[in-house]
């Protein structure tokens, strides 16, 4: 059961987080990120989880979930044991899809990839202006899923053709009905701002797919506020997704975090690192002689 609300008062122990996903070989970037949520635990004297983000079966890989625990294992940060892994908790991501299923928030689409950029372009080509994309550069959705009946959307399911469910963006925004914001901490937890957010750049996203009833999105949300974490604190880069989680607490009744998102590593390309990059991976470095005070060094962490 997902809990209706699960307060968070300013004098339980503070829980922290770092949910890497087992589908590469952990870096330099994902090591920062571990030093951050360490170093926050420490100061506040918090607790500090480990959750395998496992729920994608095509590209998660239980050695890479092996060789990840090595990897911090290395660097020398202990995780309360044992660590969630998301594809144990199905169920419990599909009772929070159906929720907002139940309010009438969701809806199926049918269409390919292929077939949702053919049909931004043409959009775009009818408008004269591009089509909007979402701040990770992905078009946002442009078929025709939201309009589709229950009997309609019910055959398409039955026909056994691949379906995502989507969140009915404008919606559940409606259904809000109040401006969004999120809390934006320092490295010590400290010196909170407000930052205002804004979930319709993404459109109508993914809450789930026919084979799994579950997104990143969905399952992140729900995991926070069943693990009682009070801190997220991640990259710069799910800094904007962080709209999207602050709608779904909002709508699925569950409290929000606090947040903290922490530069990026970048590479000698100064872009984000990638996993499939050996250069900069721990267990390379490892390899090559690096010791764990080596790689915080290498990420700007060192003591
Ligand atoms: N599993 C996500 C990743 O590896 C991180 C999720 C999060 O910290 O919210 O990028």
Not at 44 to 60: F, N, S, V
Request: with cysteine.
């Amino acid at each position: 059961m997902v809990p209706a609300h699960l307060p968070i008062s300013q004098t339980d122990p503070a829980v922290l987080r770092f949910a890497p996903s087992p589908n590469g070989a952990l870096h330099l970037g994902h090591a920062l990120s571990v030093f951050e949520n360490a170093a926050m635990a420490e100061r506040l004297g918090g607790r500090l989880l480990l959750r395998i983000e496992d729920i994608d079966p095509t590209r998660c890989r239980p050695e890479f979930e092996a060789a990840l625990l090595d990897d911090l294992a290395w660097l020398g940060i202990a995780f309360e044991t044992p660590a969630r892994r998301q594809s144990e908790h199905l169920a419990t991501y599909r009772q929070a899809l159906d929720r907002l299923d139940a309010m009438g928030l969701v809806f199926a689409s049918f269409e390919s990839r292929g077939e949702l950029k053919a049909l931004a372009a043409a959009r775009a080509a009818e408008t004269g202006r591009d089509w909007p994309t979402d701040p990770d550069g992905a078009p946002l959705y442009a078929g025709r899923g939201a309009g589709l009946s229950p009997a309609e959307r019910a055959g398409q399911v039955a026909s056994g053709r691949p379906f995502a469910l989507r969140l009915r963006m404008t919606e559940a925004l409606r259904r809000l009905g109040r401006p969004l914001a999120w809390t934006e901490v320092d490295a010590a937890g400290a010196d909170p701002r407000l930052v205002a957010a804004d979930p319709s750049r993404w459109g109508d996203v993914v809450l789930g797919r026919k084979e799994t009833p579950t997104s990143y999105h969905l399952s992140v949300v729900v995991d926070d506020a069943l693990q009682g974490v009070s801190h997220v604190v991640r990259g710069q880069d799910l800094f904007e997704a962080t709209a999207v989680h602050r709608l779904l607490q909002e709508l699925l009744g569950l409290p929000q975090p606090l947040y903290r998102h922490h530069r990026l590593v970048l590479g000698a390309d100064g872009r984000k690192l990638s996993k499939s990059e050996a250069a900069t991976g721990l267990a390379s470095l490892r390899e090559a002689g690096a010791t764990a005070d080596d790689i915080r060094r290498l990420v700007g962490f060192g003591r």
